[in-house]
């Protein structure tokens, strides 16, 4: 054990690392979002990935996705601190791979490619929903729905056929079937 | 059709609405339309300070021995930014205060205008809520609603950002009791279930070796809570210890206190809280000075945690028995189901614990506060003990600063009641006492209040001692000066080979003079000789004191616990230093 006259306490052991989905109901009010991120970001928890926007516009009530990474008692933290401030309703949590509920990505890319090499990219695309938002005779803007990872593949295998700019969103979550987040 | 307003007095109405007496503060540009209204308002006072910082302890001190919220007003830019070191203060030490600051006009908002800043943005973290109020028709719903967040569940503190042309513009004024406790379903209140008291109870009698471990919110839950706690105490004959911010809330001199708890704690309540079966937290929250080192804290024992935030429960340490609640509310139910089920508990549980306390009782017999006196050199803790021997036949009132001083009054004052210590605990602001004390006379007139104090903290704030002058304060500042940063030196010592860098004071005025300055009394006491005869001398003059107590210089604040340590192997005193690693020395 080290001998030790600090101040303060040596570290003690790091539980296992989780990735989880919380998605948080707030007043859409000035500065919502930097008491959120500012929450984050002074307790040294991470985020991953945030999507916001209202979702109730008489109530004003936005809804928020933050995807962050923690040991358990970090992300039970995150959870009860969530809680406490005040424009906050209510503060659902999920752990990364639970099977009842889906998670979504959109990205778009603008790729530099003629019309031969634009069909191909539009069959690789294929699974993924795309949708073809712009069209020239040298460059085209598709768009695509996913997994992160998925999403992260497809932006390398992309690469090579004249990616030449992503513009990503956050992850959005949602239960299967009728049950909502409560 | 109401009657409409101007901004700034919709703030005086909500003040009034909310009961309050006092506001602690200082002028500047962007609140001079709510200045100029002060005169309309009779039952208002302001109290002003030296230093916005001063206002806001101040303040503290106020709520702290109250229990009410304290009302701050500040400027914009500068004021605002000052009061900041005390708006963390109480956010740490969960203090109800509601600060108001001006703000430049709405117009010129984002343009770096003169004594401009983004108050919202610099209070976001220090602070329960923020509200930055751009109709004025939203302004006496937000003040109400202020001062619900700061009082409602566990306390803080508030901020009401005012831009002038709001405090101009007219608007209406409606008292509305917010709907707050509703939407805020968990964070407020939680009803307490039988299973959880009777899951206490169980604990209760099945435990030989139990410990009570309670903290600051036994005071923030009221005087009720104190009263339950010595009851249940009583009840149960189990051992309590108490963390800083809980002294008070249990009688210090009786025979079950073991006394205060954590890295300067006692001997015994640290050896208890190591070896103990059961380990009843109530309203404290496992601070990193109170744990030491986390994976070797009380290994053996089952938890209970009594709080009112749920996230203070888990946070550091994990427990058996968690219930998120107001102490008073828990312990009066708990009291009594707890008579119900265990007639006579007391004397047929006697025998269970009986070995625990021949435990510590041997612990105690190490005596560990005790020093090593001397008949030539003021010791800071005899100071101490000789200042709580005259002071305790009456409601004495005490502040501190921060270091040393701070935890020998701690060890060596005995507190009886709540609310009748005021010290900065968890963000440790030096300066803090000064300021507290003013606000403590305020709330208590005619009480006994001393600023236990070293004489590097003191100077922070000492600006303040012209606010207790002009409003006729006799608070009372008492000077432990040994000429040294005396806990950075103790550390410099024991860490850094005695390269006392930077910790020593030269030039420090000369306080007796100072405080004649001021216009109120000094008075210097040399020897142990002639101590009694000054102290006496403080407590009887009704004029606000400072009291330069030439102390040892070298002397350091034992017990301890070295951080990195658990509780089982605290330092006693000198003799007992070892060699610190160089893994020890990073961590400071």
């Not at chain 1, 990474?69 to 809680?83: D, R």
């Not at chain 1, 992260?152 to 004249?162: C, Q, S, Y």
């Not at chain 2, 006697?350 to 009782?361: P, R």
């Amino acid at each position: 054990m080290p001998k030790s006259k600090s101040a303060y306490s040596i570290p003690g052991k790091i539980g296992k690392i989780e990735r989880h989905i919380i998605v948080v109901w707030v007043d859409n009010e000035a500065g919502v979002l930097a008491r959120i991120a500012g929450l984050f970001s002074g307790r040294g928890y991470n985020i991953e990935s945030l999507a916001v926007a209202e979702v109730d516009k008489k109530k004003h009530i936005s809804r928020i996705t933050i995807v962050t990474e923690g040991t358990p008692q970090v992300i039970e933290q995150i959870n009860l601190q969530l809680k406490k401030l005040v424009p906050v309703h209510k503060v659902a949590d999920f752990k990364r791979g639970e099977k009842d509920i889906l998670f979504r990505e959109l990205a778009l890319f603008k790729m530099l490619a003629n019309s031969k090499r634009q069909e191909k990219i539009k069959k690789i695309c294929k699974k993924f929903n795309p949708v073809v938002l712009d069209k020239t005779k040298k460059s085209f803007v598709i768009q695509v729905t996913a997994l992160r990872a998925e999403i992260d593949k497809l932006a390398l295998d992309l690469k090579r056929l004249g990616l030449i700019s992503t513009s990503r969103t956050g992850s959005v979550a949602m239960t299967k079937g009728a049950k909502i987040f409560n | 059709m109401p009657k409409l307003i101007s901004g700034a007095e919709i703030v005086f109405k909500a003040l009034e609405d909310q009961k309050v007496e006092y506001i602690f503060g200082y002028p500047g540009g962007a609140v001079l339309p709510i200045y100029d209204e002060l005169k309309n308002h009779k039952s208002i006072k302001h109290i002003l300070a030296r230093h916005e910082q001063g206002a806001g302890h101040a303040a503290e001190g106020y709520a702290r021995s109250s229990g009410k919220p304290g009302v701050l007003l500040v400027t914009s830019g500068p004021g605002a930014t000052n009061a900041v070191t005390a708006l963390t203060d109480a956010y740490m030490d969960s203090v109800p205060l509601v600060c108001i600051s001006g703000q430049v006009p709405t117009h010129l908002i984002g343009t770096d205008a003169f004594q401009e800043c983004d108050t919202t943005g610099i209070t976001r973290p220090c602070t329960k809520h923020n509200w930055l109020v751009k109709d004025v028709n939203d302004l006496a719903r937000v003040l109400h609603l202020a001062f619900e967040v700061a009082t409602t569940g566990r306390p803080g503190p508030v901020l009401v950002d005012i831009p002038k042309d709001i405090q101009f513009k007219k608007g209406k004024y409606k008292f509305t009791k917010n709907s707050l406790k509703k939407k805020l379903n968990g964070k407020a209140k939680h009803k307490i279930s039988n299973k959880e008291v009777d899951k206490f109870i169980e604990l209760i009698t099945k435990s030989s070796k139990p410990i009570f471990y309670t903290g600051g919110g036994v005071i923030n839950s009221g005087p009720d809570a104190s009263k339950y706690l010595r009851e249940l105490v009583a009840l149960t004959g189990f051992p309590i210890t108490s963390t800083l911010q809980g002294l008070g809330a249990y009688p210090g001199d009786d025979q079950q206190f073991l006394g205060m708890l954590g890295m300067h704690g006692t001997y015994e309540a640290n050896n208890a809280m190591h070896d103990c079966d059961l380990m009843i937290n109530i309203g404290a929250r496992f601070d990193d000075r109170i744990t030491g080192k986390v994976d070797e804290f009380s290994p053996k024992s089952k938890k209970i945690h009594v709080d009112i935030d749920p996230s203070s429960i888990g946070k550091n340490i994990k427990v058996d028995l968690a219930i998120v609640s107001d102490v008073s509310e828990l312990l009066k139910n708990l009291i009594l189901r707890f008579k119900e089920k265990n007639k006579n508990f007391l004397s047929s549980n006697k025998q269970k614990t009986s070995k625990w306390w021949e435990q510590i009782d041997k612990w105690r017999d190490k005596k560990s506060l005790n020093f090593i006196n001397s008949e030539k050199i003021i010791k800071p803790q005899h100071a101490v003990q000789r200042l709580y021997e005259l002071t305790k036949d009456q409601d004495t009132f005490v502040t501190t600063e921060v270091g040393q001083h701070q935890m020998w009054a701690a060890q060596h004052y005995k507190f009886n009641k709540p609310n009748r210590w005021m010290t900065s605990g968890g963000l440790g602001t030096m300066g803090y006492g000064l300021p507290a004390a003013i606000g403590v006379q305020i709330a208590n007139p005619g009480k006994l209040v001393v600023d236990i104090a070293g004489e590097a903290s003191v100077l922070m704030t000492m600006q303040e001692m012209s606010t207790a002058v002009q409003y006729k304060l006799p608070i009372k500042i008492f000077i432990l000066n040994n000429e040294y940063m005396g806990m950075v030196r103790q550390w410099q010592e024991l860490l850094h080979e005695k390269n006392y860098s930077e910790s020593y004071t030269a030039a420090l005025p000369d306080f007796v003079k100072l405080a004649e300055s001021y216009g109120c009394i000094g008075i210097r006491a040399k020897t142990p000789d002639e101590l009694d005869k000054k102290i006496k001398e403080m407590i009887e003059v009704d004029k606000p004191v400072i009291f330069d107590c030439v102390v040892d210089k070298s002397e350091n604040c034992f017990p301890m616990i070295p951080s990195g340590k658990p509780h089982n192997q605290m330092i006693l005193g000198p003799e007992e230093e070892e060699e610190i690693s160089d893994e020890g020395k990073i961590l400071v």
